[in-house]
């Protein structure tokens, strides 16, 4: 039997105060907030399917339209955006987040709320880049469910480091880079982006599980 298509739902752009966003309110009672990297649109492959997941699966989505400058400080600038799109959904039931790299600095506060998080090539390389250890103090001290997806090819992902994450579910691209492509292979990309929005499907369906789990 052929599932019925869904009638699209109109974004609608809204002031955050600090930046723009776009909201696709399905009238749902629940949101996933999408968080861009520091070059990585929320129109990007990644986050686009991510948005399209999360609507079919019945959330609310608020896509942060913004980009890093690349001179402000990066923990004051994410924090900012998330803690705007998260006052923005305001609501009974939290919202979930869905961070690219840059973003997964938010990991911190997504801590202190208590938010189950997908973080899609979060920094986490302590030799990686300058912020890991923010993200990893983050990703320490959280107690709802996170999803962690990284690629081998990724200089700021370490899988040892993902799989000790007390509350997180780990998917490993092989080969896959820092935008979970594999260079040079068009088929091998495809077939990554299609494991990482069948693992957040699964995951926005309902965070569960307080022990790593690699996803195959």
């Avoid at 752009?13 to 968080?35: K, S």
Wanted: hydrophobic letters at 50%.
């Amino acid at each position: 039997m052929t599932a019925r298509a869904q009638a699209p739902v109109r974004p609608t752009e809204v002031d955050l105060g600090v930046c723009r966003g776009m909201a696709f309110d399905a009238g749902a009672d629940r949101w996933v907030i999408l968080l861009p990297g520091a070059g990585y649109t929320v129109t990007a492959p990644l986050l686009w399917f991510a948005r399209e997941t999360a609507l079919a699966g019945g959330w609310n989505v608020l896509a942060v339209s913004d980009t890093f400058n690349g001179t402000d400080d990066p923990l004051g600038w994410v924090e900012e955006r998330a803690e705007a799109a998260i006052r923005y959904v305001d609501g009974p039931i939290p919202p979930l987040l869905i961070a690219k790299s840059l973003t997964s600095l938010a990991a911190p506060l997504a801590a202190r709320l208590g938010l189950s998080a997908v973080w899609l090539t979060p920094l986490i390389n302590a030799s990686g880049t300058s912020v890991s250890q923010l993200v990893l103090d983050g990703l320490a001290a959280a107690s709802a469910p996170c999803l962690l997806v990284g690629g081998t090819a990724d200089p700021t992902w370490d899988a040892a480091i993902a799989r000790s994450v007390p509350s997180a579910e780990v998917l490993e691209i092989s080969d896959a880079d820092h935008r979970l492509q594999i260079p040079g292979d068009v088929a091998g990309s495809l077939d990554a982006l299609d494991r990482v929005v069948s693992a957040v499907a699964t995951f926005i369906a309902g965070p569960s599980g307080s022990t790593a789990v690699t996803m195959a």
